[in-house]
T-cell receptor
């Protein structure tokens, strides 16, 4: 059984600061890693994905992956009140030879609050 | 701009009824998924499909079945609804190849079984 662990929070961060969200996973064979944002009462929305060790930046978001430590994180720079949401880490396993994809295993999410 | 559409936003069904949840995507994605989301348990994968007529069990398939007769449509079937299937059901589609990803969820169906 694949597991993805996140601190449930709430994580409270002042506006303008860097929010750091962390995730660990159990399946060493995991190949791709995703961060979703979910506002209350809404569906999850993909904001970042990463495949290779190191950092990947997109605007104010940076995803960091360390496969040796089975650790993935999301940094949000210049945090805004609109960033207040639950952030879900998700992990993909094997890719089928037919080009299909395994279903994602999600963590339970970290509730982030940006304080104005 | 709608990409993944679920047929109902809210449903109330009786115990023992057969329930159909429909999902349609307009992005020509091969992969489609059904999840349920419950407080404290997070998102859990029920079934997924990587091609027409292909299906794979996820983590919690018991009490559910699926159908994918056309690429754009993925249906979740509750064979005999029970109260423990009261939940938010989320359909998703995803393209994930050559390090290019498109992924979208539908708006969700909140199912109550009474």
């Amino acid at each position: 059984q694949k597991e993805v662990e996140q601190n449930s929070g709430p994580l409270s961060v002042p506006e303008g600061a860097i929010a750091s969200l962390n995730c660990t996973y159990s399946d060493r064979g995991s190949q791709s890693f995703f961060w979703y944002r979910q506002y209350s009462g809404k569906s999850p929305e993909l904001i970042m994905f990463i495949y290779s060790n190191g950092d990947k930046e997109d605007g104010r978001f940076t995803a960091q992956l360390n496969k040796a430590s089975q650790y993935v994180s999301l940094l949000i720079r210049d945090s805004q009140p609109s960033d207040s949401a639950t952030y879900l880490c998700a992990v993909n396993g094997e890719v089928y030879s037919g080009g299909g994809a395994d279903g994602l295993t999600f963590g339970k999410g970290t509730h982030l609050i940006i304080q104005p | 701009d709608v990409k993944v559409t679920q047929s109902s936003r809210y449903l109330v069904k009786r115990t023992g009824e057969k329930v159909f949840l429909e999902c349609v995507q307009d992005m020509d994605h091969e992969n489609m998924f059904w999840y349920r989301q419950d407080p404290g348990l997070g998102l859990r994968l029920i079934y997924f499909s990587y091609d027409v007529k292909m299906k794979e069990k996820g983590d919690i398939p018991e009490g559910y079945s699926v159908s994918r007769e056309k690429k754009e449509r993925f249906s979740l079937i509750l064979e005999s609804a029970s109260t423990n299937q009261t939940s938010m059901y989320l359909c998703a589609s995803r393209f994930d190849r050559d390090r290019r990803v498109e992924a979208f969820f539908g708006q969700g169906t909140r199912l109550t079984v009474v």
